[in-house]
């Protein structure tokens, strides 16, 4: 697993120097200047990688993008280490790190530094967590699982959520009569200690934070992004690994573990809760599957392993749907042949726009009424999509 894991990391920095930085990374730069306990749209840690990344490596996209393929790596290392746990043999830890590997949602989050790939890490560094305390009934992790809740949510307020439900499944299911005791409240407790930062900040300022999520739930939920969301949920892991994720949640509900069933729960309740309030961010799910795919690779190991054509075909169809889909989420495309791509990932095309990069380049705040499209010009001529035509920069970007 650590191999396929240094090829992620490997892929990933040889592709970073690609279209250069996207709007969020340009978001994350400005923050990193001016770093606070929390921000209107995420807690302090991404920035404060950001500011790291402008200490050692200046304006770089390469020394931006470390942290978020370390991350990726990282993940994929977690997903063979959880099949370990559920008692999966070599072959299965090498299976659930390769579907690991493979994920759109981990390949195409790990490009660009937002909070996406630091997301996924936590929540699958969070499942491993509980997984070893369902197998070996040790609640001493507790305290690690409250750390990780804490971190995870410091870099993206969805950790915090996956933590809550996760901690009412425990509670409200039979698994609270052998996994709840006083290490469960003091890693509760934990995570809180890590996260005051952050409600500290909001209460000074507002609580812009919940006038942001109303605005963000009003463009992305509702019913008419269920649909967006359920069709969505078949391209967090590659396509020809569906079966894995499925076989998964199977596995975990037949495993004869409580703890173990409370991944179903989480997964049925962040489902829903998903799928009515922001339904159009596919991705809000995507650190749950790793857990997913690893107990998968446990659960059909046996069956994989009596039928080499099966594992054989899994293997192509893996290979072939990740090439496609590498496509769409990574800057593999020359810079004049990615704009059929921005209507399914903006990751790609949507690298400069409007004031953020304006002030970027000129180091000044523009204001509304001052003449800013000729500095906007100049400034996204220099960006390799604007010089091959691939987008073409004008007054209404700046919207």
Not at 46 to 63: H, I, K
Not at 89 to 115: E, F, I, K, S, Y
Not at 369 to 397: F, K, M, N, Q, Y
Request: with cysteine; net charge positive; proline share 5%.
């Amino acid at each position: 697993m650590f191999a396929v894991a240094v090829v992620v990391l490997a892929v990933l920095m040889a592709l970073s120097p690609r279209y250069g930085f996207h709007i969020d990374e340009l978001y994350f730069l400005d923050c990193a200047r001016h770093l606070q306990a929390s921000y209107v749209d995420q807690p302090a840690l991404a920035p404060l990688l950001a500011r790291v990344s402008l200490s050692l490596f200046g304006v770089s996209e390469v020394g931006l993008r470390l942290w978020p393929a370390l991350a990726a790596a990282g993940t994929v290392v977690v997903g063979g280490m959880t099949a370990r746990e559920f008692g999966g043999a070599r072959r299965a830890q090498l299976l659930a790190a390769v579907a690991t590997a493979t994920m759109p949602v981990l390949l195409g989050g790990a490009h660009v530094a937002n909070t996406t790939s630091y997301e996924v890490l936590a929540w699958a560094a969070i499942a491993l967590v509980v997984v070893r305390i369902g197998r070996t009934g040790d609640t001493r992790w507790w305290l690690a699982t409250g750390a990780l809740v804490g971190i995870g949510a410091e870099f993206n307020h969805l950790a915090a959520i996956f933590g809550i439900v996760l901690l009412a499944a425990v509670l409200l299911g039979p698994a609270r009569r052998t996994a709840v005791d006083r290490r469960l409240l003091a890693g509760a407790a934990i995570a809180v200690l890590f996260v005051l930062p952050d409600p500290w900040w909001q209460s000074r300022h507002g609580w812009a934070m919940f006038e942001m999520t109303r605005a963000l739930n009003g463009k992305n939920g509702g019913p008419g992004n269920i649909l967006t969301w359920i069709v969505g949920q078949f391209g967090m892991a590659c396509l020809a690994m569906t079966v894995l994720w499925v076989a998964g949640l199977r596995f975990l509900w037949r495993s004869g573990r409580p703890l173990w069933r409370c991944f179903v729960t989480a997964y049925a309740v962040l489902f829903v809760l998903f799928a009515v309030t922001t339904g159009a961010q596919v991705y809000y799910l995507g650190g749950l599957y790793v857990c997913l795919l690893a107990a998968g690779a446990v659960g059909l190991d046996g069956w994989l392993h009596s039928r080499p054509d099966q594992l054989r075909g899994l293997m192509v169809g893996t290979a072939v749907s990740t090439a496609l889909l590498a496509v769409i989420v990574l800057p593999v495309l020359p810079p004049s042949d990615v704009a059929w791509t921005y209507g399914i990932n903006s990751n790609g095309c949507r690298s400069f726009e409007g004031l953020a990069h304006l002030r970027f380049c000129t180091g000044r705040v523009h204001r509304p009424t001052e003449p800013i499209a000729a500095d906007l010009l100049v400034c996204l001529s220099r960006h390799p999509l604007v010089r091959v035509g691939a987008v073409r920069p004008g007054v209404t970007d700046m919207a």
